[in-house]
């Protein structure tokens, strides 16, 4: 059985910095880009930044460029959201993600693993 199981979501305060994981199991990830995006209240879901198979090409949302980063573990089935900086407006519950040979890194149909999620709250 194929899971995703994100975790390190919390409460946090503007500026902090947090790092979410995703622990892919049930299949070999390591020919899958690895996703994360986030759902906020009332809105859409959307795409925060993903890694190709292999780890060499990163991408992201505008809103994140510059305080997000994302990895793949070495053994290429977890992935990880390193966030500094953190806004509120980055108040979401956070998806990771697994697609393989995307066509579109952040289109969310693209992707056909889902985690449940984990919570990321950011106080002002």
């Known amino acids: 059985q194929v899971q995703l199981v994100e975790s390190g979501g919390g409460l946090m305060q503007a500026g902090d910095s947090l790092r979410l994981s995703c622990a892919a199991s049930?299949?070999?990830?390591?020919?899958?880009?690895m996703g994360w995006f986030r759902q906020a209240p009332g809105k859409e879901r959307e795409f925060v930044a993903a890694?190709?198979?292999?780890?060499?090409?990163?991408y992201y949302a505008d809103s994140v460029k510059g305080r997000f980063t994302i990895s793949r573990g070495d053994a290429k089935n977890s992935v990880y959201l390193q966030m500094n900086s953190l806004k509120p407006e980055d108040t979401a519950v956070y998806y990771c993600?697994?697609?393989?040979?995307?066509?579109?890194?952040?289109?969310?149909?693209?992707?056909?693993?889902w985690g449940q999620g984990t919570q990321v709250t950011v106080s002002s």
């Open positions: 049930g299949r070999t990830f390591s020919s899958y880009a």
């Open positions: 993600a697994a697609g393989l040979r995307p066509r579109t890194y952040g289109s969310s149909y693209n992707y056909n693993y």
């Open positions: 890694i190709n198979w292999n780890g060499g090409s990163t």
